[in-house]
């Protein structure tokens, strides 16, 4: 098949959505042709990628902002005729995203859209004011209820999700972002290990954001510390960094936090598996992707019951759930997942529960849509 990808997001930041793309292109690629269309520093091609120029987003540079004049691109709609894609997936409702739907009408080519993120919960990011943001969360369900109408099909990573679009569109099939499980289980952490000499190590993965929720394992923390040696270690980037690192800084915990900035992703595997115990407090998830890498490396995880992420992790089966603002049953639950006589079945228990979850099993899933709808 011929497909065509559109997303408001591509490296080199690296987020969920990118992360689940490059997981599916890497195996639908020995099969399919997939281009992406995507925002960069230019207008250019490179092999089947068509960047858009597209400029930085003031409050978070890291993404990238198209013109809105792109959406009626020549160019798109000459690379379309080029190509001649059986379908067209967007994976953002942005201004590539929209630009998905436009070429999907003008070529009558079958439209799929993944909804990876609840856009709503960063429109703070646009406003400081909270009457403007309630404002722009109202405008935003307006525009989803128009986009989806243009879809034949939404995909979700999660039930959960499912149930919170089902107002909005019809049509639904979940189906989660799959992991290259060896890739984390095989990992080696020793080297990581050697830093930190005899310390227990609590680890969080992912971009640094207000919605991750990060802040309550800096308040979490002095309860830990005081019932063992711990250096929380939070891997990633994103605005909130320099406010974070401040706040440890009043609290005097500067030398049990390690922020580790990026991390590519040969050492990726090995912060995972050189780690104790992986915490997951994000109240954002559609499913949560790292989540899912954590269980693969055999790592215990003590995660928040928050949004979707209860429907992949049972408290005390796989993992362990904590309310998402209380951060003195952080603490406990993470002594527990260090302490608890259960604590090698429960780590058992998510490598097993994680298998259903391959990149393999996943992509097989999605090409059988694309099959289902490809013109």
């Given amino acids: 098949m011929e497909i065509a990808w559109f997303t408001d997001t591509w490296l080199p930041t690296r987020d969920g959505v990118v992360t689940s793309l490059l997981s599916f292109k890497k195996i639908l690629e020995k099969e399919h042709n997939i281009y992406i269309f995507a925002p960069g520093e230019e207008?250019?091609?490179?092999?089947?990628?068509?960047?858009?120029?597209?400029?930085?987003?003031?409050?978070?540079?890291?993404?990238?902002?198209?013109?809105?004049?792109?959406?009626?691109?020549?160019?798109?709609?000459?690379?379309?005729?080029?190509?001649?894609?059986?379908?067209?997936?967007?994976?953002?409702?942005?201004?590539?995203?929209?630009?998905?739907?436009?070429?999907?009408?003008?070529?009558?080519?079958?439209?799929?859209?993944?909804?990876?993120?609840?856009?709503?919960?960063?429109?703070?990011?646009?406003?400081?004011?909270?009457?403007?943001?309630?404002?722009?969360?109202?405008?935003?369900?307006?525009?989803?209820?128009?986009?989806?109408?243009?879809?034949?099909?939404?995909?979700?990573?999660?039930?959960?999700?499912?149930?919170?679009?089902?107002?909005?569109?019809?049509?639904?099939?979940?189906?989660?972002?799959?992991?290259?499980?060896?890739?984390?289980?095989?990992?080696?952490?020793?080297?990581?290990?050697?830093?930190?000499?005899?310390?227990?190590?609590?680890?969080?993965?992912?971009?640094?954001?207000?919605?991750?929720?990060?802040?309550i394992i800096i308040d979490a923390a002095p309860y830990i510390i005081k019932k063992m040696d711990a250096i929380f270690i939070i891997v990633g980037e994103g605005p909130a960094k320099k406010e974070l690192i401040e706040k440890v800084r009043r609290r005097g915990l500067e030398k049990y936090f390690v922020f580790t900035g990026f991390v590519n992703d040969d050492e990726l595997p090995c912060y995972y598996k050189a780690s104790d115990v992986f915490v997951f407090p994000s109240t954002y998830e559609t499913q949560g992707i790292v989540a899912f890498e954590a269980m693969a490396s055999g790592v215990p995880i003590v995660a928040a019951r928050a949004k979707a992420i209860p429907n992949f992790i049972r408290d005390g089966y796989n993992g362990y759930l904590f309310n998402p603002y209380d951060a003195r049953e952080l603490a406990e639950k993470v002594l527990m997942a260090m302490d608890d006589q259960n604590k090698k079945i429960i780590v058992k228990n998510a490598m097993e529960f994680v298998k259903r979850y391959s990149i393999e099993k996943m992509a097989e899933k999605l090409v059988e849509v694309y099959e289902e709808w490809k013109r």
């Fill in 43 to 215: 207008n250019k091609q490179d092999n089947n990628i068509f960047y858009y120029k597209s400029k930085p987003f003031s409050k978070y540079p890291d993404y990238r902002i198209p013109p809105i004049y792109s959406i009626f691109s020549k160019r798109t709609f000459n690379i379309i005729k080029r190509i001649k894609p059986d379908i067209i997936h967007s994976h953002s409702p942005g201004i590539l995203g929209t630009s998905a739907v436009i070429s999907s009408y003008k070529f009558n080519i079958p439209l799929l859209f993944t909804y990876h993120t609840f856009v709503e919960d960063s429109v703070y990011l646009l406003f400081s004011n909270e009457k403007m943001q309630e404002i722009a969360k109202r405008l935003f369900y307006k525009w989803l209820k128009w986009y989806f109408r243009r879809c034949s099909c939404v995909i979700v990573p999660s039930l959960y999700t499912k149930r919170r679009l089902e107002n909005f569109a019809s049509n639904i099939r979940v189906i989660s972002t799959g992991i290259d499980i060896d890739r984390f289980r095989n990992a080696d952490g020793e080297k990581i290990r050697k830093e930190y000499e005899d310390k227990k190590l609590i680890l969080h993965v992912g971009r640094i954001v207000k919605e991750k929720n990060i802040d």
